[in-house]
Structures are given as structure tokens and as C-alpha cells.
T-cell receptor, first 116, second 110 residues
Framework: NAGVMQNPRHLVRRRGQEARLRCSPMKGHSHVYWYRQLPEEGLKFMVYLQKENIIDESGMPKERFSAEFPKEGPSILRIQQVVRGDSAAYFC??????????????FGAGSRLTVL | SQKIEQNSEALNIQEGKTATLTCNYTNYSPAYLQWYRQDPGRGPVFLLLIRENEKEKRKERLKVTFDTTLKQSLFHITASQPADSATYLCAPVDGNKLVFGAGTILRVKS
């Protein structure tokens, strides 16, 4: 039973290029969350998605960032025209909203983006 | 806006002692709060969940308390081991998402 799979694990982009990060949730999970972690800082919420729907994008920058979770395939976090400040670890987490009514998150290993 | 504070300094303790980590939150009342462990270069791993109507929760050597009056959660590791060295993250729920504290680094020395 594979956990949350993220790829690529490491991504290097030059300023102005696009970065696409992919996340396949745990089997049976239909809720996906993206978080960003800067060095020496905590996890910052970006977006919460269910299949084909964005539920909460209150943490997403208004420009250049977008996320989707299509009916088929992984969730994708897309960053257009990357800048050096986008360099960070991006974590995806999934949950199935258990019978307890609480969303315990299972995290992937993260995708580390470096912008040159 | 919501604010979550965890011990900003690393906690260094001797093997076998009890480690106590603090999480304080302001400006909201979470229905539950979770604790996660994060090792360098890896994603966080869920440890414990405690609800607002629960005072204490235990799992093996771990214990969490939740004081909604003080707006504080304490996380205890008893009989600590070097393998417990990691960053511990407090995460109160805010609506449909978890909001994470910056974490406390715990170092257990043998």
C-alpha cells in the first residue's frame, strides 16, 4: 500500500521557467493538501483540493501559482515564471477523513524546488 | 489572524528523561489539535490527535494535553531515546485545514 507519492523529488529551474509538481494521494484518499516549507520555517498551507474541485486556496499566491486535482491522475501544483523566492520544499498530503471526523494527514516526502 | 507558537529554541535533554514541548495558539478555538514528527529531508508523520473535549491522550511513551482555557497543548515524551531526536510540529485545525507551528527541535543525547 504505497503512501503519498510526490515527484520529482528535486527540481531545478531557472528564473522565468515553469515548475510542475505532482502528487498521487494514498489509495482511497480523496482529499489533497499542498504545503510549502521554507528553510528554517514551518509548513505554510497553500491549497486544499478534492477530485475536480478546489475547496480552499486561501494560502495560494494570487499570481503564478495554480493547482488541480483531476478526475484521473495526480494532483499538480504549477508555478509559472518561477523566481528565486519560490525555492522551497513543497509537501503534498492526503487524507480520507476517517470515521473520527478529523483529517489526519499522510505526507509525501516532498519536492524540493531550487530556482537559479 | 491565528498565531501558533512553539518553543523557538531547540530542546536538548539526556536520554531517559521526559521531554516536554509547548504549543500555544491565539485568536481561534480549534476543535482538535494534532502533533507530527518531521525528520530532516522528510515529510511530517502523524503522531497524536486530541479533541477540545479531551484533556489528555496517550500512546505508548507519548502524551498530549489540551487546555482550551489556556489555549495550550503540551506534548510529552517519556523515557526519551536518541531516536526521538527530530522536529515536532503542533497543528491545530482551522476549518478544513491544519495550520502548523514552526516546530521545536528535540535532541536527545545518550
Amino acid at each position: 500500500n504505497a503512501g503519498v507519492m510526490q515527484n520529482p523529488r528535486h527540481l531545478v529551474r531557472r528564473r522565468g521557467q515553469e515548475a510542475r509538481l505532482r502528487c498521487s494521494p494514498m489509495k482511497g484518499h480523496s482529499h489533497v493538501y499542498w504545503y510549502r516549507q521554507l528553510p528554517e520555517e514551518g509548513l505554510k498551507f497553500m491549497v486544499y483540493l478534492q477530485k475536480e474541485n478546489i475547496i480552499d486556496e486561501s494560502g495560494m499566491p494570487k499570481e503564478r501559482f495554480s493547482a488541480e486535482f483531476p478526475k484521473e491522475g495526480p494532483s499538480i501544483l504549477r508555478i509559472q515564471q518561477v523566481v528565486r523566492g519560490d525555492s522551497a520544499a513543497y509537501f503534498c498530503a492526503s487524507s480520507g477523513w476517517g470515521s473520527s471526523g478529523a483529517n489526519v494527514l499522510t505526507f509525501g516526502a516532498g519536492s524540493r524546488l531550487t530556482v537559479l | 489572524s491565528q498565531k501558533i507558537e512553539q518553543n523557538s529554541e531547540a530542546l536538548n535533554i539526556q536520554e531517559g528523561k521526559t521531554a516536554t514541548l509547548t504549543c500555544n495558539y491565539t485568536n481561534y478555538s480549534p476543535a482538535y489539535l494534532q502533533w507530527y514528527r518531521q525528520d530532516p529531508g522528510r515529510g511530517p508523520v502523524f503522531l497524536l490527535l486530541i479533541r477540545e473535549n479531551e484533556k489528555e491522550k496517550r500512546k505508548e511513551r507519548l502524551k498530549v494535553t489540551f487546555d482550551t482555557t489556556l489555549k495550550q497543548s503540551l506534548f510529552h515524551i517519556t523515557a526519551s531515546q536518541p531516536a526521538d531526536s527530530a522536529t515536532y510540529l503542533c497543528a491545530p485545525v482551522d476549518g478544513n485545514k491544519l495550520v502548523f507551528g514552526a516546530g521545536t527541535i528535540l535532541r536527545v543525547k545518550s
